[in-house]
Nanobody, 121 residues
Framework: VQLQASGGGLVETGGSLRLSCAAS????????MGWFRQAPGKEREFVAT????????HVADSVEDRFTISRENAKNTVYLQMDNLKPEDTAVYFC???????????????WGQGTQVTVSS
């Protein structure tokens, strides 16, 4: 399975971005998908996760009022809609996928290469 993240960029405070992560290869093996981020000098942190048929979603408390995760299985793609962005959201955002329907923490089987999000103040 390969994951290709896109949609990052430079945006002003209060702006929006939508990240996409397209899966290819053995996509039938993918169930749970998620987003993580890593800011400079910080550890990678969980952002959001979604079940195979969106039967559940979970977004980190720090962004739950601004970020939304969704997926489009027909396109093997997961999205992260980010609204009202803040400078502290600046990070490299990674998508991940797993063969299990639920993953606790960051123990995902597959990872994308990351896409940079920069929020200017």
């Amino acid at each position: 399975v390969q994951l290709q993240a896109s949609g990052g960029g430079l945006v002003e405070t209060g702006g929006s971005l939508r990240l996409s992560c397209a899966a290819s290869g053995r996509t039938y093996a993918i169930f749970a998908m998620g987003w993580f981020r890593q800011a400079p000098g910080k550890e990678r942190e969980f952002v959001a996760t979604i079940g195979s048929n969106a039967e559940y979603t979970h977004v980190a408390d720090s962004v739950e009022d601004r970020f939304t995760i969704s997926r489009e299985n027909a396109k093997n793609t997961v999205y992260l809609q980010m609204d009202n962005l803040k400078p502290e959201d600046t990070a490299v955002y990674f998508c991940a996928a797993d063969r299990a329907d639920y993953v606790s923490g960051d123990e995902y089987d597959y990872w994308g290469q990351g896409t940079q999000v920069t929020v200017s103040s």
